[in-house]
C-alpha cells in the first residue's frame, strides 16, 4: 500500500509539475510581458485601429462559424444515433476528417476550389463573389476546421440516452419538433453546450488554415492570430504579448466555463 500511495503521489506532483511547467508559466509571462510597459502602452495595443478590426473579424467569424457548426453537429449525432443506414462509419469518420487533416493543407484546398484560377473559380467570379482573401473564405476555413467539436461531443451523450423516451413521446403524440424541445434537448443540453464552448474556442485561436485563405490583408482579413504574428515578426513585442493576453484571457474564460458544464454534467448524472 505505501508502495501505491507513492506512485500516486508521484504521479500527482508529476503531473501537476508538468502543467505549471508548460501551461501556468507561459501564461503567466504572456500576461506579464503584455503589462511590461505599462496600462497605457497595453491599452493603445489593443485600441489600435487594426488591433480592432482583427477583434472584430474574429468575434464575427465565431459568431457565424458555431451556429452553423451547433446545426451540423446536432443533425449529424442524431441521424447517427437514431437511425440505422449504410455508410454510417463512413459519416464518422468524415465528420473526424478535420482531425486528421492539417489546418494548412484544408486553406491549401480552399484556395485549390475556390481561387480565381481554382475549379470554381471562374463560376464565383462570374456571379460578382469572392471567397480567398475575404470573410466568407475565412468562414468556411473556420468551419471545415472546427466542424467536428459539436458532433464528437453530442454522439456519446445521444447514444447514452437511447431512443426509448423519444420513442415514447411519438407514442403520446408530440410530433419531431414537441419531441427535440422537451426529451432530447434536456437531456443533451449541457453535452452540447460543452460541444459549443469546444468549437467556439477553436474558433477564435485558428490560425493555420485562415493564414492560407485570408491573404492577411491588415485591416481587413487578419484575425486575433494573424494579427498577432505580424505585430511580433515587426518586433512590436508589447503590442504583439497585449493582444495574446486577451486572447488568453478569452481561453481562461472558456476553460471556466468548460469547468462549470463539467460540474453541472456530473451533478445531474448522479
Known amino acids: 500500500m505505501r ?10 506532483f508529476t503531473m501537476y509539475g508538468y502543467i505549471i511547467l508548460f501551461l501556468l508559466v507561459p501564461l503567466l509571462f504572456i ?30 467569424v465565431t459568431a457565424i462559424t458555431v451556429p452553423l457548426n451547433t446545426l451540423f453537429g446536432i443533425s449529424a449525432a442524431w441521424a447517427i444515433t437514431k437511425f440505422d443506414f449504410k455508410g454510417k462509419q463512413l459519416l464518422l469518420s468524415l465528420i473526424e476528417l478535420p482531425f486528421a487533416v492539417s ?3 484544408a486553406g491549401l484546398m480552399f484556395i485549390l476550389f475556390f481561387s480565381p484560377s481554382g475549379v470554381l473559380g471562374t463560376v464565383i467570379t462570374d456571379f460578382g463573389l469572392r471567397i480567398i ?9 473556420t468551419m471545415f476546421v472546427t466542424l467536428p467539436f459539436v458532433a464528437r461531443e453530442l454522439i456519446p ?14 407514442s403520446l403524440g408530440a410530433n419531431g419538433f414537441q419531441m427535440f424541445k422537451r426529451v432530447t434537448l434536456p437531456a443533451i443540453k449541457w ?23 485570408s491573404g492577411r490583408i491588415r485591416g481587413m482579413t487578419n484575425t486575433m492570430p494573424l494579427h498577432i504574428e505580424i505585430l511580433y515578426n515587426e ?36
Open 3 to 12: 508502495e501505491h500511495k507513492g506512485i500516486k503521489l508521484a504521479l500527482i
Open 31 to 60: 500576461f506579464t510581458k503584455a503589462l511590461e510597459q505599462g496600462v497605457a502602452v497595453y491599452l493603445a495595443a489593443i485600441l489600435d485601429e487594426e488591433a480592432r478590426s482583427a477583434i472584430r473579424l474574429t468575434l464575427l
Open 103 to 105: 489546418p494548412v493543407i
Open 133 to 141: 482573401f475575404s470573410v466568407p473564405g475565412i468562414v468556411l476555413a
Open 157 to 170: 451523450v445521444m447514444e447514452a440516452q437511447g431512443r426509448a423516451e423519444e420513442e415514447a413521446a411519438i
Open 191 to 213: 453535452g452540447l453546450l460543452y460541444g459549443v464552448i469546444l468549437c467556439s474556442a477553436r474558433a477564435v485561436g485558428e490560425f493555420g488554415a485562415v493564414s492560407i485563405v
Open 235 to 270: 518586433y512590436q513585442f508589447a503590442a504583439a504579448f497585449a493582444v495574446a493576453s486577451l486572447m488568453s484571457l478569452l481561453a481562461v474564460i472558456t476553460l471556466f466555463i468548460k469547468v462549470w458544464i463539467e460540474h453541472r454534467t456530473h451533478t445531474s448524472t448522479r
